[in-house]
């Protein structure tokens, strides 16, 4: 769901007296609030919805222009997002300079978010410069000139198990796994499926984005649940020898 400015909506549950509490809250104290939300989860979500929706339009906008420049038009939501999550995330990380005048917290904060933006887009097109694009005969002859004379490897039984409790995962499951997997960022912070492969995953599988996570979730859980009786089964295995 977008606002009137484009911009998705923010979904986190924030309690309403907590909400009209933070929400005359000046930039600094809601980042500093964002910031505590080790000690104070409930505050610092409610200080990030504020914060949000004060700069949801501006920093959309910024996105696009950001987007047009560095050649990333189709993931302005995404780095849009991104960024979101990155104040939330980094807000102990924003200082403003000694002796700045009040009025020109605003444009520090700017220029804070306007650095993420760019610096999520550019980190996005890196990632993408080394892809190779194929046609699907192309990739035929590709994968029939592979070596295929190298030895098979056993696999562990770690592996094994791995393999039985994905195979005795539900289809729709196993299909959310492998579309989360093949977008996995290595080293990045955020592992978050782009926003357009979200939609047209949840139509495929005729459920909502919200329902994707709630599977994914549960799916992640049985397959934790495998690995940890097989460790725990390998080193009473071991103990006994």
């Given amino acids: 769901m977008a606002t009137s400015d484009g911009a998705p909506t923010l979904s986190v549950f924030v309690k309403p007296d907590l909400l009209t509490g933070v929400e005359q809250a000046d930039d600094l104290s809601l980042l ?45 939501e995404d780095i849009f997002l991104d960024t979101m999550e990155c104040v939330y995330r980094y807000a ?34 890196e990632g993408h410069y080394d892809e190779v694009t194929m046609d699907d005969e192309a990739w035929a002859k590709h994968r029939a000139a592979e070596p295929s004379d190298h030895p098979e490897r056993t ?8 393999r039985a409790a994905f195979a005795a995962l539900s289809e729709r499951e196993q299909v959310v796994l ?7 960022r290595f080293g990045a912070d955020f592992q978050r499926l782009p926003n357009h492969i979200v939609r047209d995953l949840a139509d495929q599988l005729g459920t909502t984005p919200e329902n994707l996570r709630t599977i994914r979730s549960r799916a992640l859980r049985k ?13 009473q295995k071991t103990s006994l020898k």
């Fill in 32 to 76: 500093r609030l964002i910031a505590d939300q080790a000690n104070d989860a409930d505050r610092a979500n409610a200080a990030w919805k504020v914060f949000y929706d004060r700069y949801k339009g501006w920093l959309w906008t910024k996105c696009h222009h950001v987007a047009r420049d560095l050649g990333g038009e189709t993931w302005v």
């Fill in 92 to 125: 102990h990380r924003f200082h403003l300079p000694a002796n700045i005048p009040a009025t020109s917290v605003i444009a520090h904060v700017k220029a804070w978010l306007g650095k993420i933006t760019s610096n999520n887009l550019r980190n996005r097109l």
């Fill in 223 to 235: 397959l934790g649940v495998a690995r940890a009786t097989t460790s725990a089964a390998k080193t």
């Fill in 155 to 162: 696999p562990t039984a770690e592996q094994q198990a791995f």
């Fill in 178 to 184: 492998r579309v989360t997997f093949q977008y996995h």
